[in-house]
Nanobody, 119 residues
């Protein structure tokens, strides 16, 4: 059973920084990719950033240049470093891990961590 545990959310002023952590129960190498999604009230869940097993990364346009995703495979943990935070970054942030592709794809989700950015 795959478990993803997020931590690091909280309340921060605009312009501040936070680091989110996603600890996986298994090796991060066992996943095709791990990413961070967020969902604000009344909005759809959206991809914020992702990192593949090979280390390739991708970001939503709204966070490019401000957020960095990284992984520590020795600790089976993926991080989201969030800088220059804006009130519109306020959301529940979810860690997502993917195994397999196509019909064999399986997604795993963490419980979410709240990030609130005050103006």
């Amino acid at each position: 059973q795959v478990q993803l545990v997020e931590s690091g959310g909280g309340l921060v002023q605009a312009g501040g920084s936070l680091r989110l952590s996603c600890a996986a129960s298994g090796s991060t190498f066992s996943f095709n990719a791990i990413g961070w999604y967020r969902q604000a009230p009344g909005k759809q869940r959206e991809l914020v950033a992702g990192i593949s097993t090979g280390g390739s990364t991708n970001y939503a346009d709204s966070v490019k240049g401000r957020f960095i995703i990284s992984s520590d495979n020795a600790k089976n943990t993926v991080y989201l470093h969030m800088n220059s935070l804006k009130p519109e970054d306020t959301a529940v942030y979810y860690c997502n891990a993917v195994k397999g592709t196509g019909w064999g794809r399986r997604d795993y989700w963490g419980q979410g961590t709240q990030v609130t950015v005050s103006s």
